[in-house]
Structures are given as C-alpha cells and as structure tokens.
C-alpha cells in the first residue's frame, strides 16, 4: 500500500493524536512531514474551528488539508517557504467550504471579542458590543486582506502569542506587529471608531 492509499482512507485526525495513530499511516512517512503535522495540526484545526462552529467539520476539512500537504510535500519544501505554502492550502480549503455551503465564517469564540482586540479597538467598548450583537465586527475582520486576517484571528482571536504567530505563518515578529496595526487600523476605519492617537495629550496637573 503507498502512503496515498493510506491517506485516501484514513478518518479525520483528532487534536492532541500522533500522526500515525489519528490518520493511520505507516511508520516510515518523512520524519520532517510528520515532525510538521505534530507541529501544526492543533493551530490548523483551531483556524478551522473557529471558521465553521463545530470540532467535526474543522476535522474534516483539515484532514483533507493534510492529504494535500502530503501530496505535493516535496515540492512545498523546495518552493523555500513552506509555512506560508501551507497556510495558503488552509485557507484556500476552508474559504472553499464556506463557498460550499453559502455562509459567512462562524467566528465562534469564548468570551467578548471587544477582550480579545487591544486598546486600539476597545477604546469604543460600547460601540464594540453592539457591533458584536449584529455581526458587524465579525464582517470587518472576514473582509480583511490575507495576511491581516491571518495574524488577527490568530492573535485576538485564537489567543496565540506573537511568536507563534510568526513561527506559525513563516514570518517574523515585526513583520507580525506589522500586519496587526495595519488590521487594526482597517477595522477601526470600517467600524467607525476614533483614532485614539489624535486625541490630545492632557496637561499634567502641578
């Protein structure tokens, strides 16, 4: 049996399972390909996730995910960037879906998203929540480019820390905070919120 016949006929893999045990592969698949699949199937589910609403269909879709890394791996390694490869499969696979079934990302989270955005956002916390009530930031944040959408629900969002950030979608951390302000600054445009940089600066008090 070729390790594309094991694939093709393995179950979704559940979060936490080994490589071998969650998609039944035989033992000798490149240690580098399953080091990455250890690496990267929790952060890859947790995007799915939090994509559709529900653990089953994030399994299903990031199982398939895994099938086409494991496809076109060697080529993905010679291109020179394979986070950044991988991420695009990822996203390409769960937009796909959305097509599929004719509706917007889920964004489902635990807790306020006005907690999760920095002060830049929750300067207007009242006008935040209602935001939330109708959708509204979640649209902004669906509507944001690539890499900015990327960073944000990884960092706001899924919580990660700026360094998984980096390591996770193949950039570093300035280029990360990069990314961030530029989000940031678009989805306080799109929502209306003021610019809190040009608030003037109060007179300190004698």
Do not use: C
Request: aromatic content about 8%; charged content about 25%; proline content about 5%.
């Amino acid at each position: 049996m070729s390790h594309d016949d094991a694939l093709e006929g393995a179950p979704p893999p559940a979060q936490g399972a080994g490589l071998s045990q969650s998609m039944y592969l035989p033992l000798d698949l490149p240690l580098d390909f399953e080091a990455f699949y250890l690496g990267h199937q929790e952060v890859f589910h947790a995007y799915a996730e939090v994509h559709f609403g529900t653990r089953e269909t994030a399994e299903e879709v990031i199982h398939e995910v895994f099938l086409q890394i494991h496809a076109g791996w060697m080529e993905l390694l010679s291109a020179g960037n394979l986070e950044q490869g991988t991420w695009a499969i990822v996203r390409r696979a769960v937009h796909d879906r959305l097509d599929r079934e004719g509706r917007a990302p889920a964004f489902v989270i635990n807790g306020p998203i006005a907690q999760a955005m920095d002060k830049a956002l929750a300067t207007a916390r009242d006008k935040l929540h209602k935001m939330e009530s109708s959708s509204g930031l979640y649209e902004a944040i669906a509507e944001l480019p690539n890499r900015q959408f990327e960073v944000i629900v990884l960092r706001y969002i899924l919580g990660y820390p700026t360094s998984k950030v980096a390591w996770y979608v193949g950039i570093d951390e300035r280029t990360v905070g990069h990314h961030l302000r530029r989000g940031k600054e678009r989805l306080r445009i799109k929502l209306g919120l003021p610019d809190e940089r040009k608030k003037p600066k109060q007179r300190r008090e004698a």
